[in-house]
């Protein structure tokens, strides 16, 4: 390895982790609040990345159909489960939400995508395509759940990533796509050259991550979520509704997954289940942090990306297992020093 070859694993190494950090963000964010770990986080990805390639050769996607199935589970399961507590109010929001949503973005999806109208509306549609699906997924299998103990709402979340793998391969295919750069400039420094690609993954991240820090630091809503994050029956008892708060959680990470599936569709070829491995590394990042902080957690994602990329010059056949790796003496290390709380009944 010289200088030359170092430089650019370390520029695909820094480019992979800052979108290995957005996943990793959302990880933290959801267990935070609801104690979930959200192992269907890197669906959101390859959907939304899959959903812009289609858009981009003017195909309908078939995202709006599974947004229509999703929101159409989450209203019977809401009605199911609080069948004694419904009221108009309520009946009129589950059918805006969950029924007349997907509806209207079925319609609009396919009168916009044999137009090709853009990079820009392709990405707007995709991200409004695949941000409803969170706070519907949280409703279905997750809310019923909420006062289980963690190991019960890990088993859910795995039943959800195995289920949504096999609905994206039922609506995507098995075929891979990959979509257009942001930006198609490129510069040299040095040795070096720089993708204009690369210099909006950075941007992006980077404006992301400032406005979640302003999100959760300034608005109501985030406060709301931080007290959620402390304590949930703290929250509960002033007056913070932790349902809400879940739903706002999902929503928040499938956002974040969705962004971090435009950044990466111009990195890799995406499939159905490209999701998983990209999951999986954001939550190496998750753990590093001690899934409780964000900046630790942005720092080991970009550690996370370098690793991976120097991994992949070294051992090309090994680089998956030598990543996932470095969670085990973070885990050594935090079961020796880390104080131990016995769970409460």
């Not at 078939?62 to 009221?87: C, D, K, Q, Y």
């Not at 509704?241 to 962004?259: D, M, N, R, Y």
């Amino acid at each position: 390895m010289d200088t030359t070859i170092f430089l650019f694993l370390l520029q695909d190494g820094i480019i992979n982790g800052a979108v290995y950090a957005l996943v990793a963000i959302a990880l933290v964010l959801v267990f935070a609040v609801t104690r979930v770990i959200c192992v269907p986080q890197g669906e959101f990805v390859a959907f939304a990345a899959l959903t812009v390639a289609a858009l981009e050769n003017g195909q309908m996607p078939s995202t709006p159909w599974l947004l229509l199935a999703l929101g159409v589970m989450a209203a019977v399961t809401e009605v199911a489960w609080h069948f004694r507590e419904i009221n108009l109010r309520r009946l009129i929001r589950i059918a805006l939400l969950d029924l007349a949503l997907p509806v209207a973005l079925l319609l609009l999806t396919q009168a916009l995508a044999p137009l090709k109208l853009g990079q820009t509306v392709d990405i707007l549609l995709a991200i409004s395509l695949i941000t409803p699906m969170g706070p519907m997924l949280y409703r279905i299998a997750f809310e019923p759940l909420a006062q289980s103990s963690p190991l019960v709402l890990l088993m859910a979340a795995f039943g959800v990533h195995f289920s949504l793998m096999g609905l994206g391969l039922l609506f995507f295919g098995p075929e891979g796509s990959g979509t257009k750069p942001l930006y198609d400039a490129s510069f040299s420094l040095g040795s070096l050259v720089v993708t204009g690609q690369s210099v909006a993954v950075l941007i992006i991240t980077a404006v992301l991550l400032v406005l979640f820090a302003l999100f959760f630091g300034r608005t109501l809503l985030g406060k709301a979520l931080r007290a959620c994050s402390s304590n949930r029956v703290g929250a509960r008892l002033v007056g913070i509704p932790t349902s809400i708060a879940g739903q706002f959680s999902f929503a928040i990470a499938a956002l974040l997954g969705a962004v971090s599936g435009v950044l990466i569709g111009p990195l890799m070829t995406v499939f159905y289940d490209s999701g998983f491995l990209i999951g999986l590394k954001g939550f190496v990042a998750a753990i590093i942090g001690g899934l409780v902080s964000y900046p630790l957690t942005v720092i080991a994602a970009l550690g996370v990306g370098v690793s991976e990329a120097l991994f992949s010059f070294w051992a090309s056949n090994f680089k998956e297992v030598l990543v996932f790796t470095l969670i085990i003496p973070v885990l050594a290390w935090r079961s020796i020093y880390a104080p131990h709380v016995e769970d409460r009944e």
